[in-house]
C-alpha cells in the first residue's frame, strides 16, 4: 500500500520547507530583496510622476504590484535549483526508484515555493505601506493582489523546475533564468504605465504575464476596481499556471525517460 | 507460489544515443540474470560494464531498450510500480537529504511509502538502533562522516522491508572497520530478514566474503555465473581476482599475472 496523492505531495512539502529553514540565507535573501527594490526604484523613479501621461500622482502605489510581481520572477528563477541538488547527489534517483508518484514530486516542491511566496509577498505589501503606498481596494484588493502573484509564481516556478529538469545544469538554468528575467521586467508595465512606454515594448507588454499579473493586481489595490480585467487577466494567469504546471511533471517523467 | 527467482533477467538491452553524430552507446547487450530468492549475489565488472545500467532497470529506474526482467516476480517494465514497492535501492550516490537528520530521512521516506506517522516513527529508531546510528540520528546528515552516511543509505534502502535490495558499491570509500561493519549487516539481512540481496562491487574480496553467487559482466553481457569456490575451480585460480581477471581482465592486466 502506498501513500495517497495528498500524503505524498504533503509530505515533499515539508520536506523543502525544513530544507529552507535550514538555509536561513536564502530565507532572508528572499526578504530583503524587495525591501531594496522598493526603496532603489521608489526613490531613482519617483520623479517619473511629474512626466505627462504618467497618470497617477504617487509612484511607490504605483510601483508596488509591479514589485511584487518582479520578486515573484527573480525567486520562481531559483525554483528549480532543489531538483538538479537532489539529481546530482542521488537523492531523485532513490525517489524515483520508489512507489512515489512523479507528481507528487513536482507538486510538493511547487507547494512549498508557493508557501515561500506567500510569505514575500505579504512582507512586500507591509513594506510597501511603511514607504507610503496606499491600498485603497482593501483587503479585498490585496487578496486580489496576492492571488495574481502566487498564479504568476506558480507559473515561473514551474518553467523553471521544467528547465531544471530538462537542462539537470545549475548554471543553464540560471543562466536562462537570467536571460529571461531582467527583459521581462522591462517589457512589462512593472515599473512604467503603459502609456509611456515606445510602442514596440507595449506590444510586448501585453503578452507578458508579469503585465497580466501587475494590471490585477493594480486595479484590485484601487479604489475603482475594473472586473474585466481582474477576469481576463485572472483566466490568463490560471490557464499560464495550469500549462506551465503540466510542463513541469511531463519534464520529470522525461527526465526518467533519459536515464 | 513464492518465485524461485528474485531476479530474473533475459536478454536485456540498454541502448544511449550517442549525440552529435557519434554511435549510440551499447550499455547491456543481451545480459541474463537469475539470482535465487533469499541469496546475496555480487555483480562484478570493469567500470563501464553495464552494472550500474543493470541495476538501474531492476530497480525500475530506468527502462530497458529490449529483453525483460521481474523483480520478485514482477514485471519491470509492466508492474514497475509493484517492483518499486518490493525493492529497496542504495545506489553509488547518498540517498538522504544531506539538509535533514537521519531520523527525519526515515520517517520521510517510510511514510512516502504509505506507512502511518506512528509506524514511520517506530521504524525509523529500530533502523537507527540497527545501523548503529542512534548517536547520530539528530544531526544534520550533511555534517555526518562518509561510513555513517552510508550507513544511513542503506538503513534508507531498508525503511519498508524489501523483499529485494539493491545495493551498488555499499563500500566505496569506508575504512576497512567500516567495510567489516557493513558487510557483517549484508549478510544478517539475507540470512534474518531473508532478503534477497543483489550487490554491485569493485572489491573481489568483498563479493568472495559476501556472496553466495557471482557474475562477472563485461561489455554488457554476463560472461559467467557461479559461487566463487566453483569459479575459482573452474580455472584453477586461487582468487575470485584470478578468475575476474580471466573472464573480465584487459590484455594488459591479464599479462601481468601470468
Given amino acids: ?259 | 507460489m513464492p518465485p524461485t527467482f528474485a531476479v530474473e533477467a533475459t536478454g536485456l538491452v540498454k541502448t544511449y544515443p550517442g549525440g552529435r553524430g557519434r554511435p549510440p552507446v551499447q550499455a547491456l547487450d543481451g545480459l541474463d540474470l537469475a539470482v535465487p530468492a533469499g541469496t546475496v549475489h555480487g555483480l562484478l565488472g570493469p567500470n563501464g560494464a553495464g552494472k550500474t545500467t543493470t541495476t538501474k532497470v531492476l530497480t525500475t529506474l530506468c527502462a530497458p531498450t529490449a529483453g525483460s526482467a521481474t523483480v520478485a516476480g514482477f514485471d519491470v517494465s509492466r508492474e514497475a510500480d509493484a517492483v518499486r514497492r518490493a525493492i529497496g535501492y542504495v545506489s553509488q550516490g547518498t540517498g538522504a537529504d544531506p539538509l535533514l537528520t537521519p531520523r527525519e530521512n526515515l520517517v520521510m521516506t517510510s511514510r512516502l511509502r504509505g506507512a502511518s506517522r506512528s509506524a514511520a516513527s517506530a521504524r525509523a529508531d529500530e533502523l537507527l538502533e540497527r545501523m548503529g546510528l542512534h548517536d547520530e540520528a539528530g544531526r544534520r546528515t550533511g555534517t555526518l562522516s562518509g561510513g555513517t552516511r552510508r550507513r544511513l543509505d542503506v538503513a534508507l534502502g531498508l525503511v519498508d522491508a524489501p523483499r529485494v535490495l539493491f545495493l551498488d558499491e555499499p563500500t566505496t570509500g569506508l575504512d576497512p572497520e567500516a567495510r567489516a561493519a557493513m558487510w557483517q549487516e549484508i549478510r544478517s539481512f539475507a540470512v534474518d530478514d531473508d532478503v534477497t540481496v543483489l550487490l554491485t562491487t569493485h572489491y573481489l574480496e568483498e563479493a568472495d566474503r559476501l556472496a553466495d553467487a557471482v557474475s562477472i559482466i563485461d561489455h554488457g553481457r554476463v560472461v559467467t555465473t557461479g559461487t566463487p569456490a566453483s569459479l575459482k575451480e573452474g580455472i584453477g585460480a586461487d582468487s575470485l581476482e584470478g578468475v575476474y581477471l580471466h573472464y573480465a581482465g584487459r590484455a594488459w592486466d591479464a599479462a601481468a599475472i601470468r
Wanted: positive net charge; charged residues 10%.
Fill in chain 1, 1 to 259: 500500500m502506498s501513500a495517497t496523492w495528498a500524503v505524498q505531495t504533503g509530505l515533499v512539502t515539508r520536506r523543502w520547507v525544513v530544507d529552507s529553514f535550514r538555509m536561513p540565507w536564502g530565507l532572508g535573501v528572499s526578504v530583503i530583496q524587495p525591501l531594496l527594490w522598493i526603496v532603489l526604484f521608489g526613490n531613482v523613479f519617483k520623479s517619473v510622476t511629474q512626466v505627462p501621461g504618467f497618470g497617477h500622482d504617487d509612484y511607490i502605489t504605483f510601483l508596488v504590484p509591479g514589485i511584487l510581481m518582479m520578486t515573484m520572477l527573480y525567486s520562481g528563477a531559483w525554483a528549480g535549483t532543489g531538483f538538479i541538488d537532489d539529481i546530482k547527489s542521488g537523492v531523485m534517483d532513490r525517489l524515483l526508484s520508489s512507489p512515489v508518484r512523479r507528481s507528487a514530486l513536482v507538486a510538493g516542491q511547487l507547494t512549498q515555493q508557493l508557501l515561500l511566496s506567500l510569505v514575500q509577498g505579504v512582507v512586500l505589501l507591509l513594506i510597501g505601506l511603511a514607504a507610503g503606498a496606499r491600498y485603497a481596494g482593501g483587503a479585498g484588493g490585496i487578496a486580489l493582489a496576492i492571488t495574481a502573484s502566487l498564479l504568476l509564481a506558480a507559473s515561473f516556478c514551474s518553467v523553471s523546475a521544467a528547465v531544471a529538469l530538462t537542462a539537470r545544469d545549475q548554471t543553464a538554468l540560471i543562466g536562462i533564468s537570467t536571460l529571461v528575467v531582467l527583459p521581462a521586467t522591462f517589457l512589462s508595465t512593472a515599473l512604467m504605465p503603459v502609456a509611456l512606454l515606445p510602442h514596440w515594448v507595449e506590444v510586448a507588454a501585453r503578452f507578458n504575464p508579469l503585465t497580466w499579473a501587475t494590471e490585477l493586481a493594480r486595479t484590485g489595490m484601487s479604489d475603482s476596481v475594473d472586473w474585466g480585467i481582474v477576469a481576463t487577466r485572472g483566466l490568463l494567469l490560471l490557464a499560464l499556471a495550469g500549462l506551465t504546471y503540466a510542463w513541469s511533471v511531463s519534464a520529470m517523467r522525461r527526465y526518467q525517460k533519459s536515464l
